[in-house]
């Protein structure tokens, strides 16, 4: 089983930047697709991002795009989330998630999350 710590989240203003990590333990880190989810104040968990265990394919949502960029370092166990021109929509608790195979945007096909850290975007 891995452990999932994320960090990085925070209050930051409209057109902001702010970079998410996600810190793996456990189980082979190198061998998990890794996502990002987010869950508004009142609305379901949602897919951000993706990356596979490789770093060959990522896949965004529509309305993160060209706005988001997700990363991972295997030699850290880290994978990243790098946010910019942030928009008071963004507003959520942010979550990485793990699954064995591939890019999947169901919040069931993942098996492993961290516990999410807040990001606020103020306008």
């Known amino acids: 089983q891995v452990q999932l710590v994320e960090s990085g989240g925070g209050l930051v203003q409209a057109g902001g930047s702010l970079r998410l990590s996600c810190a793996a333990s456990g189980r082979t880190f190198s061998q998990d697709t890794m996502a990002w989810f987010r869950q508004a104040p009142g609305k379901g968990r949602e897919f951000v991002s993706a990356?596979?265990?490789?770093?060959?394919?990522?896949y965004y949502a529509d309305s993160v795009k060209g706005r988001f960029t997700v990363s991972r370092d295997n030699a850290k166990n880290t994978v990243y989330l790098q946010m910019k021109s942030l928009k008071p929509e963004d507003t959520a608790v942010y979550y990485c998630?793990?699954?064995?195979?591939?890019?999947?945007?169901?919040?069931?096909?993942?098996?492993?999350w961290g516990q999410g850290t807040q990001v606020t975007v103020s306008s």
């Open positions: 998630a793990a699954r064995r195979s591939g890019i999947m945007t169901r919040v069931g096909e993942y098996d492993t």
């Open positions: 990356i596979t265990r490789t770093s060959g394919t990522t």
